[in-house]
């Protein structure tokens, strides 16, 4: 029995960060990566199921496509009980789209042959909510987005999920399996690395996969293959935030000022 | 001269407003000769025939389906059915939970232009140009779609004012074909909020993002929204944590604050999902320790600054 979880390093963007000159993306050197906030929980909703069914020999197995720096985010899985980690990587994925990381996904996962796949709702940088479900299309399994709840045991062919909808209402779902979730902030209290995982962690190989290991070519990935192209990055306009300034007292008695106002009205 | 497809969305009966607001967004794309065709696709699509017959619709296709709501399997297939059939340039469905489970599925099958959470599309000579945000939303990012003549994309909510005006599409049925479903509706589970304030009604609001770090310093803040006649609330993480009830959460997922008039947000971020429950409220002050954060673009007030250091400082002044 196997889950995989197809996890992002995403990039945050520091304070005073600049836009490339070909106005494209930003500058790299202001960029600052960690794993994607949903990751978080969607290896902990796979190491949740592995741990309630110690009788059944699970496997939870990681993968990301990216560059080498993706590896610190890797081992920040294995740290946290990931049995195995995979990389996949090739210059020519460079400009990917969600899409056809999605068809990377799905190549490994093909290989592997996993149980249950799990990936996050979307990506803290670019938000497509797009690359777990562009996977299902290419696997051709059954999907569902946004789970907030999961009634699964290990290895059955349906699962119980709950998908959140707008407004907080939950909808339930019986879904056959294996199947493409996409897994929802809250669904769980993900773990923190113990000491022992991460020293663990750090003798646990990482698997670096290029594209003839998933029996793709440089053709069918990068910006070439991309279903949108980015023409242009911009800051946008502030809006109409009036700042307050001045000392913290000044800044502290406007607010009061502002309360009053609203109190009169 | 083509067609754009708008698919309207609805849930447990009710037609969701977002619907309107992508027939008008629509138009802003539409060229001399261009065919807004709207469709609705439900086991009950035909109530909605009314509500949808409004100015800009040029066409409304109802499709019958099995399923009284929501399922990405019929969706999927009947949005590429009906791509095939009005072979229209763009395809704009609503940015939301539904869309994020078929919308991918359906662009990457058949090799589509795609880009989500589209919040302003028009013409660059002939290419289509849509703009979404980045990074957090800090940055604006506009895409195209060489080469593509068939373009889907998922649009935001309230990025567009709804198409009102009663108009007269040509109506048209058609039944669901060819998509079995693999996943089955059971329930609809609405999580009530207990004995707990219905935020919903309150007028003003100190609301807590994960700049406040820890649970313990929850606290200080129920001391503040008590001092001034407020009501605690809070972003996501915050409820997700636990360290405020559920009930609490203002958001897409949580609560739209209709009736707020002062919404103090401290150390949140301004996430699309934050935002779509309070950015309507006249009076917002952001405390917020990076310039750059997005609640400054919907703030009226904004002060850079540490929420802590104004906590203490506001309590000390109204002592
Ligand atoms: C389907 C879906 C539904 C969602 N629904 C909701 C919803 O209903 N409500 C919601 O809120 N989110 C929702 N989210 C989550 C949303 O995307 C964000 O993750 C969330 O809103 C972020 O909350 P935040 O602003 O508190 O945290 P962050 O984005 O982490 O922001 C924290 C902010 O605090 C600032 N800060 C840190 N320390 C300090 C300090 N000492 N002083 C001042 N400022 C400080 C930082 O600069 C930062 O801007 C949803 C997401 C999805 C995908």
Redesign the pocket.
């Known amino acids: 029995m196997k889950i995989l979880v197809a996890v992002k390093q995403v990039a945050a963007l520091d304070e005073d960060f600049e836009i490339r000159a070909d106005e494209k993306d930003v500058d790299e050197d202001f960029l600052l990566y960690d794993l994607n906030?949903w990751d978080d929980f969607s290896l902990e909703e796979a190491m949740r199921i592995k741990e309630e069914s110690p009788d059944t020999e699970i496997e939870v197995v990681v993968v990301s496509v990216g560059p080498d720096r993706v590896d610190e985010s890797l081992r920040k899985c294995l740290a946290k009980g990931a049995d195995r980690a995979i990389r996949v990587w090739d210059d020519a994925v460079e400009g990917s789209d969600a899409v056809a990381i999605g068809k990377m996904l799905a190549a490994v996962v093909k290989k592997e042959a996993p149980d249950m796949v799990f990936a996050g709702?979307?990506s803290?940088d670019h938000s497509h909510?797009s690359t777990g479900i562009a996977m299902a299309a290419y696997l051709g399994l059954p999907h569902a987005a946004?789970v907030a709840d999961l009634k699964y045991s290990p290895g059955s062919n349906k699962a119980t999920i709950r998908r959140?909808l707008e407004g907080?209402i939950l909808q339930e779902v019986e879904i056959a399996c294996p199947a493409v979730l996409t897994i929802?902030?809250g669904i769980n209290k993900p773990r923190y690395a113990s000491l022992r995982g991460i020293k663990q962690a750090a003798a646990k190989p990482i698997e670096a996969w290029g594209l003839g290991d998933i029996g793709m070519s440089a053709s069918e990935v990068g910006e070439a293959s991309a279903m949108s192209r980015v023409r242009r990055m911009y800051v946008p306009e502030k809006g109409r935030a009036q700042m307050i300034e001045g000392t913290i007292a000044q800044q502290a008695a406007r607010i009061i000022e502002i309360i009053k106002e609203f109190k009169g009205a | 001269m083509s067609n754009i497809l708008v698919i309207a969305e609805h849930r447990s009966g009710v037609l969701r407003p977002v619907s309107l607001e992508l027939i008008a967004g629509a138009q802003t794309i539409k060229q001399a000769g261009d065919k807004v065709v709207v469709a609705v696709i439900g086991a009950q699509a035909d109530k909605f025939v009314s509500e949808l017959s409004v100015e800009g619709a040029d066409e409304l296709v109802v499709v019958k389906s099995t399923s009284v709501d929501f399922d990405p399997d019929i969706f999927e297939g009947v949005v590429a059915g009906l791509i095939q059939d009005k072979a229209p340039k763009a395809v704009l469905i609503p940015h939301s939970?539904d869309s994020?489970g078929y919308a991918a599925t359906l662009a990457a099958k058949a090799g589509h232009g795609f880009a989500t959470d589209v919040f302003k599309l028009e013409y660059d000579g002939a290419d289509l140009v849509a703009t979404r945000g980045g990074y957090?939303q800090k940055v604006n990012v506009e895409v195209d779609f060489p080469g593509k003549t068939c373009v889907v994309v998922t649009v935001r909510a309230s990025a567009y004012k709804p198409s009102e005006n009663k108009g007269s599409p040509a109506v048209s049925n058609i039944d669901a074909t060819g998509t079995a479903s693999r996943s089955q509706n059971k329930d609809y589970i609405e999580l009530g909020g207990g004995n707990d304030v219905d935020i919903t009604t309150v007028d003003f609001i100190v609301s807590v993002?994960?700049?406040i770090?820890e649970e313990t310093n929850v606290e200080d803040f129920r001391e503040l929204a008590d001092e001034v006649g407020a009501t605690l609330c809070c972003?996501?993480?915050?409820a997700d944590a636990g360290w405020l009830p559920k009930s609490r959460?203002?958001?897409?997922?949580?609560k739209v604050v209709g009736n707020c008039k002062l919404y103090l947000a401290?150390?949140?971020?301004?996430?699309?999902?934050?935002m779509?429950?309070m950015k309507h409220v006249p009076t917002i002050v952001a405390?917020?320790?990076?310039p750059g954060?997005s609640?400054f673009t919907i703030a009226k007030y904004g002060i850079v600054?540490?929420?802590?250091d104004v906590h203490e400082e506001l309590m000390s002044q109204l002592a």
């Open positions: 906030e709702v979307q803290s909510a946004v959140e907080g929802q902030l | 939970v994020y957090n993002g994960r700049g770090g972003s996501r993480p915050i959460q203002v958001g897409q997922s949580g401290m150390g949140i971020s301004g996430s699309i999902q934050h779509a429950g405390v917020n320790t990076d954060a609640i600054g540490d929420i802590f």
